[in-house]
């Protein structure tokens, strides 16, 4: 090796660009050792978020095109890259870059349905010798990456980790979607992502060099976190060497234990500090329009260790606190301490069933992140367990309704569109008593837009099909225990491949079949994707049945859930705990030997009452006095 090649390999490159300069007409590679790609909803939320609100702090309908150039800037961090033998190989950020690549795909399609110019493509891809490929080049994601820009249909069943986590991921940005983003705010978000957002490319020409970079940067200065900077704050003001250790202990134990519950989660940390320093403190929030500030809502979500110092006062930690003061070591030990215990709480219930907060597990399966915030805002050091319990019962079934009134009425229920709803809940019942609490929900849900008559008209498209999937998860499930049954709901949702279920219609795609009642096949579409005409099935199900004409399917039916097997008249012999509940909350449910345009019509009626009971406002009352909210 030539010196002059010596030393370009031992050379190191920094350049700021924008996100149009690293991706237009590149290509970039990744070793088959960091192949895999595991961003989840948190992490595309955030990112989602970060971006839209710097876009709206500058955005206002009627602006012209050419002012994106004096928008505000985004900084979206460093990527590391290692040039060898004439390509470019990701070192560090192939996370952000392939979610970035899944954002311009998912806005190209909402530019072509537009009828806009197409801006993004050869961010995308590029074209080399008549043959197209991503610009992100990983040879196992190729097919996936190519049927999601074809808009095929994909059958994750039998994809890797790496696939499904990307597939995931690019269905949910469109959940995640602001809906002030429409078509006329849609060319200049283009604009700002491409040319407003900018990124540091270090750029090394070696492996060595690369991954001594990497690690310099991971293991040094910059590996300090936001938790790492306010444990040193606290700490640092406790003066008395055995109350310092003691609380360096307790706040070691507590993040142990949140580690444990999600090894996976490398924010565990700082989520729990976002949930709790927002439920109990933050009093303001950013207003979408140009030129606002970020408020205490806002900074608890970015810089929570800067907002803690900045707000001694207001959390308790008098900023002149003589030497050998509690408040630093109150702060950790007791404070701290009180709040993650019920975040586990809240966190361990979001993650399978638990007796008493079945609710927190059905608000989680919707991804609703912000729960946790909600959940600890009412909740106060001097209440007991029982009363605790009562408080996030009351709250998560305020949320369960909520949530169920927006995705009736094709309602994003994402972290951008319900953020600032939450955060005037949270201000509304911090700290209350059970009572206000319920008042205070109740007087929300009564002043909801949304309401349950969305059912009546709810159908079944692109958008609406994982919300029916649990929306019918749960009307199983409520039937099913309601007549004595066990739940099942974890299983209807969780439950992946050929023993998993999907959303699945009683009437096979044959409209010549149904001439007698649709003159039009376009008729009959929109009828058989109506809520009241779907079920949910085992995946094998319909692979067995699924085309079948409805007389050859009832029979199979009985053997299915509760919603299915009602269908069959069998279901109502020597059943008695589902013909008793059925009668006492005086459901209309009977079975069907045929299933022509007025039978769905019956189904239809059927699924808005069993969500009326589901979703009834009265469950807060009944809580209060003592009944569980389980279904």
């Known amino acids: 090796m030539s010196n002059d090649q010596s030393i370009q390999r031992k050379s190191i490159d920094g350049k700021g660009k924008t996100l149009r300069e690293i991706l237009?007409?590149?290509?970039?590679?990744?070793?088959?050792?960091?192949?895999?790609?595991?961003?989840?909803?948190?992490?595309?939320?955030?990112?989602?978020?970060?971006?839209?609100?710097?876009?709206?702090?500058?955005?206002?309908?009627?602006?012209?095109?050419?002012?994106?150039?004096?928008?505000?800037?985004?900084?979206?961090?460093?990527?590391?890259?290692?040039?060898?033998?004439?390509?470019?190989?990701?070192?560090?950020?192939?996370?952000?870059?392939?979610?970035?690549?899944?954002?311009?795909?998912?806005?190209?399609?909402?530019?072509?349905?537009?009828?806009?110019?197409?801006?993004?493509?050869?961010?995308?891809?590029?074209?080399?010798?008549?043959?197209?490929?991503?610009?992100?080049?990983?040879?196992?994601?190729?097919?996936?990456?190519?049927?999601?820009?074809?808009?095929?249909?994909?059958?994750?069943?039998?994809?890797?980790?790496?696939?499904?986590?990307?597939?995931?991921?690019?269905?949910?940005?469109?959940?995640?979607?602001?809906?002030?983003?429409?078509?006329?705010?849609?060319?200049?978000?283009?604009?700002?992502?491409?040319?407003?957002?900018?990124l540091v490319e270090i750029t090394a020409y070696s492996d060595d060099v690369a991954y001594t970079i990497f690690e310099t940067m991971n293991d040094r200065g910059l590996s300090l976190s936001p938790t790492d900077m306010l444990k040193g704050y606290l700490l640092a003001n406790i003066t008395d060497t055995r109350s310092r250790d003691a609380a360096s202990a307790e706040w070691k134990r507590m993040l142990a234990e949140m580690r444990a519950l999600a090894p996976d989660n490398q924010e565990y940390d700082s989520d729990f500090f976002k949930a709790w320093l927002r439920s109990q403190y933050a009093d303001s929030i950013r207003i979408r329009k140009k030129d606002a500030r970020p408020e205490a809502w806002d900074r608890i979500g970015t810089e929570f260790h800067r907002w803690v110092r900045e707000q001694a006062d207001r959390v308790g930690l008098a900023k002149n606190s003589q030497p050998h003061s509690p408040a630093y070591r109150d702060f950790i030990t007791a404070e701290m301490a009180f709040y993650a215990k019920w975040y586990m709480v809240i966190r361990r219930a979001e993650m399978q069933p638990t007796p008493g907060l079945e609710n927190v597990y059905h608000n989680a399966t919707h991804q609703f992140t912000h729960q946790p915030t909600l959940l600890l805002a009412p909740l106060v050091r001097s209440d007991s367990d029982e009363v605790i319990r009562l408080k996030m019962r009351l709250v998560a079934k305020y949320a369960d309704i909520y949530l169920s009134r927006r995705l009736c009425n094709f309602r994003n229920c994402d972290y951008n569109s319900l953020q600032y709803n939450v955060f005037t809940v949270v201000r509304d019942i911090r700290g209350g008593s059970p009572k206000e609490i319920a008042a205070a929900l109740r007087k929300r849900l009564e002043e909801q837009p949304e309401r349950l008559t969305g059912f009546d008209g709810f159908y079944l498209n692109q958008w609406s099909h994982k919300p029916i999937k649990r929306l019918l998860a749960r009307m199983a499930d409520y039937i099913e225990v309601s007549g004595g049954g066990q739940s099942r709901y974890a299983e209807y949702i969780t439950l992946r491949g050929k023993k998993g279920f999907e959303v699945e219609h009683i009437w096979p795609n044959h409209p010549e079949d149904f001439r007698d009642e649709f003159q039009h096949k376009t008729d009959f579409e929109d009828y058989r994707n109506r809520f009241g005409g779907l079920l949910l099935l085992p995946k094998s199900f319909n692979a067995s049945y699924g085309d079948r004409p409805y007389a050859d399917k009832l029979e199979h039916y009985f053997g299915q859930n509760a919603l299915a097997k009602s269908l069959h008249p069998r279901a109502y012999e020597h059943n008695p705990g589902f013909v008793r509940f059925v009668r006492d909350q005086e459901l209309p449910f009977r079975p069907h030997g045929q299933f022509k345009k007025a039978d769905l019509d019956e189904r239809q009626a059927l699924y808005r009452r069993i969500a009326d009971r589901i979703w009834d406002i009265a469950w807060l009352d009944r809580i209060l006095a003592g009944e569980q909210a389980v279904r």
């Open 24 to 198: 237009f007409g590149r290509k970039f590679y990744i070793d088959y050792y960091q192949r895999e790609y595991k961003w989840q909803t948190k992490q595309l939320e955030e990112l989602v978020s970060d971006l839209t609100d710097v876009f709206f702090r500058s955005y206002e309908p009627g602006h012209e095109r050419r002012a994106v150039a004096g928008y505000d800037r985004y900084f979206l961090g460093s990527i590391i890259v290692s040039q060898k033998d004439g390509r470019d190989y990701i070192i560090d950020g192939q996370q952000r870059l392939t979610t970035l690549t899944l954002l311009l795909l998912f806005l190209m399609k909402r530019q072509q349905a537009a009828k806009q110019q197409n801006s993004v493509g050869e961010m995308i891809y590029s074209e080399e010798y008549g043959e197209k490929s991503f610009n992100v080049d990983v040879p196992e994601r190729r097919a996936i990456m190519q049927a999601l820009f074809d808009g095929t249909d994909i059958d994750d069943e039998d994809l890797p980790e790496s696939s499904r986590n990307i597939v995931a991921r690019y269905n949910e940005i469109e959940e995640l979607w602001p809906d002030e983003i429409d078509d006329a705010a849609l060319p200049y978000l283009v604009d700002w992502l491409t040319k407003n957002v900018h």
